[in-house]
Protein backbone atom coordinates (compact mmCIF):
# COMPACT_ATOMS: atom_id res chain seq x y z
CA UNK A 1 0.00 0.00 0.00
CA UNK A 2 1.27 3.02 -1.27
CA UNK A 3 1.50 6.72 0.65
CA UNK A 4 -1.39 7.95 -1.14
CA UNK A 5 -3.71 4.80 -0.67
CA UNK A 6 -3.11 5.51 3.18
CA UNK A 7 -4.00 9.09 2.93
CA UNK A 8 -7.69 7.96 1.40
CA UNK A 9 -8.33 5.47 4.08
CA UNK A 10 -7.71 7.63 6.40
CA UNK A 11 -10.12 10.02 5.48
CA UNK A 12 -12.96 7.25 4.72
CA UNK A 13 -16.21 7.31 7.16
CA UNK A 14 -15.88 4.28 9.62
CA UNK A 15 -19.66 3.70 9.81
CA UNK A 16 -21.59 4.22 6.48
CA UNK A 17 -24.59 2.58 6.11
CA UNK A 18 -25.33 -0.43 2.88
CA UNK A 19 -27.27 1.15 0.51
CA UNK A 20 -27.11 0.05 -3.32
CA UNK A 21 -28.61 1.07 -6.41
CA UNK A 22 -32.29 1.35 -6.77
CA UNK A 23 -32.81 1.82 -2.92
CA UNK A 24 -34.91 4.93 -1.79
CA UNK A 25 -33.17 7.05 0.81
CA UNK A 26 -33.10 9.87 2.98
CA UNK A 27 -29.73 11.45 3.29
CA UNK A 28 -29.40 14.05 6.26
CA UNK A 29 -27.15 16.60 4.86
CA UNK A 30 -25.69 19.79 7.33
CA UNK A 31 -26.92 22.83 5.80
CA UNK A 32 -25.31 26.06 7.23
CA UNK A 33 -26.80 29.89 6.75
CA UNK A 34 -24.95 32.23 8.00
CA UNK A 35 -23.32 31.10 11.93
CA UNK A 36 -26.51 28.74 12.01
CA UNK A 37 -26.00 24.89 10.83
CA UNK A 38 -29.43 22.34 10.59
CA UNK A 39 -29.93 19.49 9.38
CA UNK A 40 -32.45 19.17 5.49
CA UNK A 41 -33.55 16.00 4.56
CA UNK A 42 -33.67 14.78 0.84
CA UNK A 43 -35.38 11.71 -0.13
CA UNK A 44 -35.47 9.67 -3.40
CA UNK A 45 -34.23 6.92 -5.72
CA UNK A 46 -30.50 6.40 -5.82
CA UNK A 47 -29.31 5.88 -9.67
CA UNK A 48 -25.53 5.59 -9.72
CA UNK A 49 -22.81 5.61 -7.54
CA UNK A 50 -19.26 5.67 -8.53
CA UNK A 51 -15.96 6.00 -7.27
CA UNK A 52 -13.91 4.35 -4.60
CA UNK A 53 -12.13 4.89 -1.14
CA UNK A 54 -13.23 8.65 -0.18
CA UNK A 55 -13.70 9.51 -3.41
CA UNK A 56 -17.07 8.17 -3.83
CA UNK A 57 -20.45 9.21 -4.67
CA UNK A 58 -23.53 8.40 -5.49
CA UNK A 59 -26.28 10.01 -7.45
CA UNK A 60 -30.05 11.01 -5.95
CA UNK A 61 -33.07 11.84 -7.79
CA UNK A 62 -36.08 12.92 -6.58
CA UNK A 63 -39.70 14.77 -7.97
CA UNK A 64 -40.45 18.07 -6.41
CA UNK A 65 -43.80 19.82 -7.96
CA UNK A 66 -43.54 18.02 -11.03
CA UNK A 67 -39.78 18.59 -11.63
CA UNK A 68 -36.90 15.89 -11.68
CA UNK A 69 -33.72 17.02 -9.67
CA UNK A 70 -30.69 15.43 -8.63
CA UNK A 71 -27.79 16.01 -6.10
CA UNK A 72 -24.85 14.24 -6.15
CA UNK A 73 -23.46 13.43 -2.10
CA UNK A 74 -20.22 12.17 -1.50
CA UNK A 75 -20.33 9.21 0.54
CA UNK A 76 -17.44 10.00 2.89
CA UNK A 77 -18.45 13.90 3.21
CA UNK A 78 -18.58 15.36 6.07
CA UNK A 79 -21.73 17.49 5.34
CA UNK A 80 -23.44 14.09 4.63
CA UNK A 81 -25.04 13.28 8.29
CA UNK A 82 -26.21 10.18 7.69
CA UNK A 83 -28.01 8.19 5.38
CA UNK A 84 -31.06 6.09 5.73
CA UNK A 85 -32.90 3.46 3.86
CA UNK A 86 -36.19 3.79 3.58
CA UNK A 87 -36.68 1.27 0.88
CA UNK A 88 -35.11 -1.58 -1.02
CA UNK A 89 -35.40 -1.57 -5.15
CA UNK A 90 -35.70 -4.45 -7.37
CA UNK A 91 -32.93 -3.60 -9.99
CA UNK A 92 -31.09 -4.98 -12.92
CA UNK A 93 -28.97 -2.41 -13.82
CA UNK A 94 -25.48 -0.11 -12.45
CA UNK A 95 -27.18 3.06 -13.23
CA UNK A 96 -30.77 3.81 -13.34
CA UNK A 97 -30.46 7.20 -16.26
CA UNK A 98 -33.32 5.95 -17.92
CA UNK A 99 -35.40 6.95 -14.83
CA UNK A 100 -34.83 10.60 -16.29
CA UNK A 101 -37.13 9.74 -19.31
CA UNK A 102 -39.81 8.34 -16.81
CA UNK A 103 -42.84 9.80 -15.51
CA UNK A 104 -45.59 8.92 -12.63
CA UNK A 105 -45.89 5.03 -11.86
CA UNK A 106 -43.21 4.20 -15.15
CA UNK A 107 -40.55 5.87 -12.96
CA UNK A 108 -41.01 3.79 -9.77
CA UNK A 109 -38.42 0.94 -8.98
CA UNK A 110 -39.77 -2.29 -8.28
CA UNK A 111 -39.67 -2.93 -3.78
CA UNK A 112 -37.31 -5.71 -3.17
CA UNK A 113 -38.01 -8.06 -0.74
CA UNK A 114 -35.98 -8.54 2.04
CA UNK A 115 -35.02 -12.77 2.75
CA UNK A 116 -33.70 -13.46 5.76
CA UNK A 117 -30.38 -16.45 6.52
CA UNK A 118 -33.52 -18.30 7.28
CA UNK A 119 -34.03 -21.25 4.81
CA UNK A 120 -37.84 -22.34 3.93
CA UNK A 121 -39.10 -25.72 4.57
CA UNK A 122 -39.39 -27.81 1.74
CA UNK A 123 -43.21 -29.15 0.97
CA UNK A 124 -41.72 -32.82 -0.32
CA UNK A 125 -40.80 -35.51 1.90
CA UNK A 126 -37.26 -36.40 2.22
CA UNK A 127 -35.87 -39.96 1.86
CA UNK A 128 -36.01 -40.74 5.81
CA UNK A 129 -39.66 -39.93 5.73
CA UNK A 130 -40.42 -42.10 2.64
CA UNK A 131 -38.75 -44.72 4.73
CA UNK A 132 -40.65 -44.45 7.55
CA UNK A 133 -44.01 -44.43 5.88
CA UNK A 134 -43.53 -47.43 4.36
CA UNK A 135 -42.54 -49.27 7.34
Known amino acids: MNQLERIQRSLTK ?4 HFEIGDTVKVHVKV ?16 ARKGSLNT ?12 GVERIFPVHSPIVAK ?7 RVRRAKLYYLRGKKGKFAKVEEREFVGGE ?4 TQPTVSDDATATA
Not at 36 to 45: D, L, P, S
Not at 83 to 89: L, S
Not at 119 to 122: D, F, N, Q, R, V
Request: proline letters at 2%; a positive charge; glycine letters at 10%.
Open 32 to 47: VEGEKERIQVYEGTVI
Open 83 to 89: IDVVRQG
Open 119 to 122: SKPS
Open 14 to 17: KSVS
Open 56 to 67: EMFTVRKLSYGV
